[in-house]
């Protein structure tokens, strides 16, 4: 009878292990069962990655937690995946994640729909009212913190102040129209979300313990009590936005408990990552005094030629050296995955001449971040921060970028593509570059540290848009004298 085992066991491997078949990608399965590569994708998707792409090429499949998930890398050949509608779904697999992370079930969930109500109000002339009130906000927020009449420095970590402020300004703009007694103390909010925040990659990722997914379902209820009322009021001083966002929720049948839970999912989508890159952006500029310095003149130039206390918001004006900045700080901290659900099998024609079959069930996902973001042939040095690595000589923008000695369309993908893009994007551009501005202009800002270091990013949140600091960067501020 000891026969039976091994013949157990093999009957296990043919039945549950997958084979590679012809044409097919590269395929890495891991040895754990089941598990595959999970934790060490899980533990630091980018080096993982890039060990990966070193084996195997610009394309292979992984075998995690029971799925199988295969890296395009090859940026020539990334709108195969992002133009193509037929055989691969966002959406799906999108609400699958949603679920998961908020513990939230959209029946009729219509991504294409959602967009285009976004759209409506993240664009045009609803742009600039936006604009106009997340300043307005911010500059309330900011005052308070810091009083035009207070001469002594104040200390604190630039994430907290980073990230705390502009949660908060985007808070007031979007969610909650104009600060009134009837709104809901955004601070309160902020520190219920950061503590929520701190969990959500393991709540995606299904990896928090008995003990930790308990904590942070009990913050999620928290946080759906707090936004409870949010978009529900018809006053004009509330959000255009999230009334028609909760009116586009009841026109799909969802019921009022469900719609409070998809308001966190936008506060999240809306506010998760805006703080980061002001972070980032800020912390670059201090730990890079020749950066500071450019930026800082630039602004200079413009605050002399308009004398309005917002003029970053006027169209005309133009800051390439900003601008370069903060494309150079998302290439180096936004890492997102861009992913699709195969639908139908599907032949994916690489910009090489070679073919490769995907399977239906499986999904495929490009990392930006990896390639073409940190690809020595794009961007050399591509660990270092360069302040003016998009400009040209001359001081223009440049976007002229090779690989293989052919131009690429992707040399750097912070906000996604296609189905993918950020709707927002506009937006939160102006608001990182208009705190900026404040910070910059109107407060002297400085390391508390003079040799201090920028530091590292938590290497566990690749995947989920801007990455975080491990830790923080002292820095102290004071309202500049007159």
Known sequence: ??????????????????????????????IIPWLGHALEFGKDASKFITRMKLKNGNIFTVHAAGRYVTLLLDPHSYDEIINDPDSLDFGRYAQVLMERIFNLHLPLYQPEKAKAMMKRHFMGSSLSTLNSSMNRNMEILLKSEMPH???????????????SLLFKAGYLTLFEGEQNNNCTDPSRVYEEYKKFDGLLCGLARGSLRKEAKATAYALQRKLWELLAPAGLGKSSGSSPWLHAYRRLLQDDGVDEETQRRAVLMQLWATQGNVGPAAFWLLGYLLTNPEALMAVKREFGQISQMESSGTPLLDKTMKTPVFDSVLEETLRLTAAPFITREVVREKTLHMADGRDYLLRKGDRVCLFPFVSPQMDPEIHPEPQKFKFDRFLNKDGSVKKDFYKDGKKLKYYTMPWGAG?????????????????????????????????????????????????????????RYKPKEA
């Open 419 to 475: 189905a993918n893009g950020c709707v927002g994007r506009q937006f939160a551009i102006n608001t990182i570059r208009q705190f900026a501005y404040m910070l910059l202009t109107n407060y002297d800002l400085e390391l508390c540290d003079p040799n201090a270091q920028i530091p590292k990013a938590d290497v566990t949140r690749y995947g989920f848009g801007m990455l975080q600091p491990v830790g923080d960067l002292l820095v």
């Open 1 to 30: 009878m000891i026969w039976i085992v091994p013949v157990l066991v093999l009957l296990c491997l043919l039945f549950t292990h997958r084979w590679r078949y012809s044409k097919e990608p590269p395929l890495e399965r891991g």
């Open 149 to 163: 009449n207070q001469r002594n420095w104040k200390q604190e970590g630039l994430f907290h102040l980073s990230y």
